[in-house]
């Protein structure tokens, strides 16, 4: 099933992956996308398009309604992310059910949910396939898209034709944590290489992941599964951050032992918490201060940023030290996946932070 | 002087009820919106002599008003406010359309009424600073400019008119594009003879845009706008012995660099209160039959040049967009 001519729905549509849907659409077969929108404020990159914007959210069914009106896809991205935990998981599990009953009553043929291999818990195991069982764990978004997935296999044995994405983590232009949040992470220090240390990373590039999207209602055998998105082959953390590191014309960052990362650390939070304390009373003074600084000692407040912000917490030395690889040989033999290079990707990246002004 | 308000959406809730609420000499009688829940909350905020839905009803009870509606209806409501008789200081953009601009000011000429819009920047005692320092020609003349603002959008719009171009008239050139541009015109009040415009609109509105401009009198430069990325954020001004930095965002400080005096220096500002300035320059303007400090006319001028700009904008070179099958 090509897309050229066909109604899409896309919720989700004011992020970061739901915006390059909908972009790639119009781009590559002038399809305007009806969008449901619950927050406008964050709807710049799409308001771009040529699109069909519907407000109202997953919780609305008069709205859901009015977005499905004559669409045969749907591109289910929608996740909540607000500060409200309950808010949020209702967005997620109820949002889900509404969405796909009333998909599954209009004419839509295609429903692609998109999940993340957060449904494998906190711990995954080295090697991972679409048939490791889905563990819950302390993180709510994994668990979270666990039982969203579990409300799109009841919608599956309903009759409703649905597919489920689990992509590893997507960089790339506009993505907030992995392109936006790495590069300023890197600029001020934030990166650094802790000895022995030296964990897998499974990064896909965002077209890579719009593909797979996009084969997956074309190819019949696509319906009923699921699939791990990843990139062409897993890379470490250190390549990872050390692109960026690269893109930002830094240094290559030095090798601390795990000792002195943890003294680091400390150091770092006694620092934070004298300039919170300081900020309170002195705020104008201190930026104007702050700002001289940085004109006339760029390298020392990068450090002193790294510091003050922690560079690697403790809490994260876990995740970076997992040796999971992320099978996508499911996505290969039955989509005919065929990601690019980790390099090919960053490159595209690069020029897109370079324009944003992030580098 | 007692003054309406027709739309208490995000701008009157975030600026003009505010100041509003500071400025004791401007009588605060008369507020409509479309929105009952609206309507409902600030029932029990203030004491007015007209609440509701009702443009022209709410007329009978005021002397001015301020029209903080989205952009396509800044027209339609200006114009019943005219013709019944009424000060208009109109939010930006002031139309939509140079068409409709040309309109509202033969119609406050008409029957003799201030029209004002809302060009805030104007009211930074920066922005003045800055001015004088042009005028003066302290720092000789200007040669060249380069005005960057981006911020990441988070407008907390309802209606998500921004994003529809019969509403909002265009992107970030139709929004923060109007302030940048007439700050630009009024320290630069010279024909704009060349420009060549660049967005990254696909169909919709753009959101990120860049001008390159030449004047009548040969001062060329840059103004790049983005609703998607924090910008260097600062206005640059190139004179014969020196240049100044400014940022919109920042604006109690003015960056001077004088090269013939090898000095920098920073000219801070105490307080900044732009909209406040702003309502109590529309009101002695009334009061004393003078020209408001941004008048239709200032409205006119940005909204020509942005009709420009839309005219001959091309896309913008954006590799990222590209994909496999279409590159």
Redesign the interface.
Known sequence: MALKEKKVLITGSSGFIGGRIA??L???DRVKSHCL?RN????????????K?I?GDLLERESIEKALEGCDVVYHCAYGNTNDAQLNRSINEEGTKNLGEMALKSSVKKFVYLSSVAVYGSNPPEMVTEDTPVQFSNDEYGNSKIRAEKICDGLLKKGLPVVIIRPTIVF???SPIWTIGAIKRVLVGGWEKIQNINGMCNAVYI?DLV?SLFSVTRIDKAFGETFIISGRSPITWNDFYGAYIELAGLPAPRIVSKRKKMVKSNFGNLLRIGVNISRKTFEPELVDFYLLMQKKYPQFTRSLDGLIRGGIKSNEINKFSQKTVYSIDKAKKILGYSPRSFEEGMK??G??LK????I | MRIGLIGAGAIAKTAYLPALTRLSHIHLNAIVDSNSQILNDLSSEYRLGYLGDAVTQSLEHVDAVIVAVPNHLHFPISKTCLEAGKHVLCEKPITISSEECDELIYLADKYSLKLAVAHTRRFYKAAKRIKQIITSEELGEVKTFDFEEGTVFDWPTASGFFFDKQKAGGGVLMDIGVHVLDLLLWWLPYEVVHLDCQDDSLGGVEAFTRIKMEMSNGIKGNVTLSRLSVLRNGYRLQFEKGNIEWNPLFPKRIYVHNISKISKKVIKIRKELPVDDLLSDFIDAIENDRRPLASADDGLRVMQLIERCYHSREPLPLEWLKTKENS
């Open positions: 972009e790639r119009w781009i590559d929108i406008f404020s964050n709807a710049a990159r799409l308001g771009r398009l040529p699109v914007m407000s790339g232009p506009f077209d593909d595209v990246t020029d897109w324009h944003h002004a992030y």
